[in-house]
């Protein structure tokens, strides 16, 4: 029985998601099934098994490991999961998306990020990416009568096709070379290469490299990431900000700083430039957006090079400031992408800049949890966005990477302006939009609450998280 323990949180997300299929497909018309409750049902007893799993060290089947760092990015999608599917109660009714449809897809991408984060093969990791994938392509394009939406998952498809075939390569020539997609045993294998394997060793990981850049979004395999932000629904967009980086970035951890970490030497430079390109394009780009997604997708390809610097310091501290920045992170991405989904309608995105004018003063509550999370994002004090790149800078200057650091700091001052021009557009506009904007409804506001929480909770109180955080990441190393 021991030998199943591992993959039950993921099972039970993907239970429900079957569970939602079923309900959709046998109710009658014009009836209501309680998709969301299910939704959150399953989601609550994964978030509960995977902490009652925390120390044990279970693995199924020799290739899922619900070690501690999995079960860290696993709670993480736990929440975001959850977190979603209370904003995505009052959205999916507000704009007529399939209820059963929408659900289930986004249960079934959960889970495919919760088999991402624990697995420990390559193929298992591969086959994971392309469960949540697929499901986030269709998600994205949802909406079927919007056009943005349509282009948005057309271009999401195709960088994921591209990401997905650099992957899949990467693991024909790391198998090539070791006869195994075991990470532990990948480890093995490739501190004892001959001199002949070398070459071979740097065209797996190069191309291992590049599909997950891909994922998290990283410059310059960003592509058409600010497009699909833009395109999809906004509380998907939320979702796939938070969940998708968070499980794409523990695959990533897990395979080069574990498989392939005797190999650091020669994959830290190339990450060292990935950083800077992100960090640098995200901040600039940002700058001139008049789009709010948009803007946030520019942000989000910036926090990529953030975490992408800790991976390049490569020291203990950074090692512990992925997870916890990673949290961060996602909490502040969900909170931010769910007001601007209640600030859309169905007939209008309502994402410009000009839509946020007078939002202060049409829907204060609003106005005041978008401007914490954006000071969040911005790196201000007392948020958990100012401690996250405290921890990421300190590792970065800890490890003699003061150019590494320099960008970052300067990259995150330019983020700031963007981000208060939010802040000025909501409060001190001589204009009010006349944009209509949705009352939250309970669920929102818990959905909102608890980032709101978590936000000062990680700014004033972090070192027990970032403890945590450490602990869970030495269990793959």
């Not at 704009?95 to 984060?117: C, H, K, Q, R, S």
Request: hydrophobic share 55%; net charge neutral; with cysteine.
């Amino acid at each position: 029985m021991r030998e199943y323990l591992a993959i039950v949180p993921l099972v039970c997300v993907w239970f429900g998601g079957i569970l939602t299929m079923l309900a959709e497909a046998f109710r009658s018309r014009g009836e209501r099934m309680p998709m969301e409750g299910i939704a959150m049902g399953v989601l609550l007893t994964s978030a509960v098994t995977g902490a009652l799993l925390w120390g044990r060290g279970t693995v199924s089947f020799g290739v899922v490991s619900a070690d501690n760092f999995g079960l860290f990015v696993t709670l993480v999608i736990a929440l975001v999961g959850i977190l979603t599917v209370a904003l995505s109660s009052q959205v999916v009714e507000r704009d007529g998306i399939n209820a059963g449809e929408y659900y289930a897809l986004t249960l079934f991408a959960i889970g495919g990020m919760m088999l991402m984060a624990t697995a420990t093969d390559l193929l298992v990791i591969f086959i994971a990416l392309e469960i949540l994938s697929l499901s986030v392509y269709i998600l994205t394009g949802i909406r079927r009568e919007s056009k943005a939406g349509a282009e948005a998952a057309f271009k999401y498809f195709l960088l994921g096709g591209f990401s997905s075939a650099f992957f899949l390569y990467g693991i024909a020539f790391t198998y090539g070379i070791t006869g195994t997609t075991k990470l532990d045993e990948v480890v093995v294998v490739m501190s004892g290469l001959t001199a002949s394997n070398e070459v071979l060793s740097y065209i797996a990981m190069g191309l291992l490299l590049v599909g997950f850049a891909f994922k998290v979004s990283a410059v310059p395999f960003h592509m058409w990431t600010p497009d699909a932000y833009e395109g999809a629904p906004a509380v998907v967009t939320a979702f796939m900000s938070a969940g998708v980086k968070a499980a794409a970035f523990a695959a990533f951890v897990r395979v080069f700083m574990s498989a392939f970490g005797g190999l650091q030497p020669q994959w830290e430079p190339v990450i060292w430039i990935l950083s800077a390109a992100s960090m640098i394009l995200g901040s600039v780009a940002g700058v001139v957006q008049r789009n709010v997604r948009r803007m946030l997708a520019y942000s989000s390809i910036a926090h990529a090079g953030y975490l992408l610097m800790a991976m390049a310091a490569g020291n203990d501290m950074g090692k512990g400031a992925i997870l916890f920045y990673l949290l961060t992170y996602a909490l502040t991405s969900v909170g931010a992408f769910g007001i601007t989904a209640l600030v859309a309608s169905r007939d209008n995105t309502n994402d410009q800049f000009s839509d946020y004018a007078g939002l202060g003063t049409r829907q204060p509550l609003l106005a005041f949890l978008l401007t914490i999370f954006l000071l969040s994002l911005g790196g201000f004090p007392p948020t958990a966005g100012f401690i996250g790149k405290w921890y990421l800078f300190s590792a970065a200057v800890s490890a003699g990477e003061y150019g590494l650091a320099i960008i970052g700091v300067l990259s995150s001052v330019v983020s700031v302006f963007f981000y208060l021009r939010v802040v000025v557009m909501m409060y001190m506009s001589d204009q009010t939009s006349s944009a209509p904007v949705t009352a939250p409804s309970p669920a929102s506001i818990f959905a909102l609450a608890v980032p709101t929480a978590a936000t000062f909770y990680l700014g004033l109180l972090p070192a027990r998280v970032l403890e945590i955080a450490l602990q869970s990441i030495a269990t793959i190393l």
